[in-house]
Every structure is written in structure tokens, then in C-alpha cells.
């Protein structure tokens, strides 16, 4: 018995599309052009419905050549719906040891994909906060064009 190419084509969509992760969330923001204030965090805002699955952080860092240093300090506030919240500073390395930029290069611009937390659980649904600040010794940070937050189950 011979299975018709049609239906043996849509078994094969489907069984690839069910193992890809479904995204959750997904923002860009941008500091100022001139750069990026050290008091004016970039906020992400998103919902969480179900407790019960694991979801990844992932952060597309968009910055340009010139940006004077190898990596970018951040200060991430997250912002719980209890009303609670935590601080952490992270270092987000855009440059290996020798100088030479991470990720995506394309012309004067490039592009980080960094796993921010992966297997991660939300204890309590409702409103979450994410909210970047630019933790370095310059107050206005020059050469960083945009940080993508997307949130994603793999589940």
C-alpha cells in the first residue's frame, strides 16, 4: 500500500512543527540614539498564565562596532505580581578575550543572542516586570541600539 505524497508531507509538518518551542513573548526596545541614559531603563512588561510549564529567557543585544567596551553591565530588576522583586547585576560579554565581537557582525552593526535563564519556572501567574538598566561608569552609554527580550516553552 503506497501513502499519498500529500498526506505523508503534512504528517511531516506536523511532527516538525510540534517540537518547535512556543513563544511567549516578544519586544524590542531601544535606548536613546545619542545613548543610553544611565537612569532610563529599558522595561518589558508580559503576562504569565501557566505555572506548570518551563520557560528560556533569550536577549538579542543589537550594538554597533564602535561600542567602547567588551562587555555591557546591566542591572535587571524583576518585578513580580506579589508586588516583590529582585535585583541582580550581570555582566552581558559581547567580545571573547581577544576583542573580537560575539554573535552576528553585518556591517557597522552586530548581534548577540544571550541565554539569560533557561528551565526557568514562575511560581505565581499574572503581571511581570523585566526592567534593564545600564549599570556602567558612564552615564550616557553610547553604541547600543536595542535589546530584544524573547520568552519562550520548550515544553
Not at 37 to 66: A, G, I, K, M
Not at 129 to 140: I, K, M, N, P
Amino acid at each position: 500500500m503506497t501513502v499519498p505524497s500529500n498526506l505523508l508531507l503534512l504528517c511531516c509538518l506536523l511532527g516538525f512543527t510540534a517540537c518547535q518551542p512556543d513563544l511567549v513573548y516578544d519586544q524590542t526596545l531601544k535606548p536613546q540614539e545619542e545613548g543610553w541614559p544611565y537612569n532610563e531603563p529599558l522595561t518589558f512588561d508580559f503576562q504569565v498564565q501557566d505555572t506548570s510549564l518551563h520557560y528560556e529567557f533569550l536577549l538579542d543585544v543589537s550594538h554597533n562596532r564602535d561600542y567602547p567596551f567588551q562587555n555591557l553591565y546591566t542591572r535587571i530588576t524583576t518585578h513580580f505580581p506579589d508586588q516583590s522583586s529582585q535585583e541582580n547585576i550581570v555582566s552581558l560579554e559581547l567580545a571573547n578575550q581577544i576583542g573580537l565581537w560575539e554573535g552576528q557582525c553585518k556591517g557597522e552593526n552586530c548581534k548577540l543572542t544571550i541565554a539569560l535563564q533557561e528551565k526557568a519556572r514562575f511560581n505565581q501567574p499574572g503581571h511581570y516586570q523585566l526592567r534593564f538598566e545600564q549599570h556602567t561608569r558612564q552615564d550616557s552609554l553610547p553604541g547600543i541600539n536595542s535589546l530584544r527580550l524573547r520568552i519562550i516553552s520548550p515544553d
